[in-house]
Nanobody, 130 residues
Framework: QVQLVESGGGSVQAGGSLTLSCAASGYTASTYCLGWFRQAPGKEREGVATIRSDGRTSYADSLKGRFIAFRDNAWNTLYLRIYRLKPDDTAIYYC????????????????????????WGRGTQVTVSS
C-alpha cells in the first residue's frame, strides 16, 4: 500500500522560503514518477514539479527558478523547496506517485497532469501573506 504524507506547510510572509516534505512508503517499482501539485482556492489542481525514478526533474514553466524538487533516497522522502514566496503561491500542496507511468513528455519527463497519478497524499496548506 503506497502511502504519501506531506508536511512542512504553514503561514509565511511574502519573500520568504519554505521546504515541504513528502514521506513516501509502500512502493518498490523500479520505474515510477513522483510529483508535486498544488490547488489554490477556486482553481484547478496544477502540476508544480515532477521527479522521475532516476532523479530527472521537471517544472512548470511559470514556476521555474523558485521551486526546487529533490528527494532523499535513504529516507524515501520527496522535498519541494520554494523560494521568494508570493501570495499567489497560497494553496494546498500535494505529492503524488505513479508506479506504472503511461505518459512522458517528448523530453522524457514525467507527466505533470494530475490524472496521470494514482496515489496522493492529503496535502499540506501553504498560506503566503503580503
Amino acid at each position: 500500500q503506497v502511502q504519501l504524507v506531506e508536511s512542512g506547510g504553514g503561514s509565511v510572509q511574502a519573500g520568504g522560503s519554505l521546504t515541504l516534505s513528502c514521506a513516501a512508503s509502500g512502493y518498490t517499482a523500479s520505474t515510477y514518477c513522483l510529483g508535486w501539485f498544488r490547488q489554490a482556492p477556486g482553481k484547478e489542481r496544477e502540476g508544480v514539479a515532477t521527479i522521475r525514478s532516476d532523479g530527472r526533474t521537471s517544472y512548470a514553466d511559470s514556476l521555474k527558478g523558485r521551486f526546487i524538487a529533490f528527494r532523499d533516497n535513504a529516507w524515501n522522502t520527496l522535498y519541494l523547496r520554494i523560494y521568494r514566496l508570493k501570495p499567489d503561491d497560497t494553496a494546498i500542496y500535494y505529492c503524488a506517485a505513479e508506479l506504472v507511468p503511461q505518459r512522458f513528455s517528448s523530453d522524457g519527463d514525467c507527466s505533470a497532469a494530475s490524472d496521470d497519478y494514482t496515489y496522493w497524499g492529503r496535502g499540506t496548506q501553504v498560506t503566503v501573506s503580503s
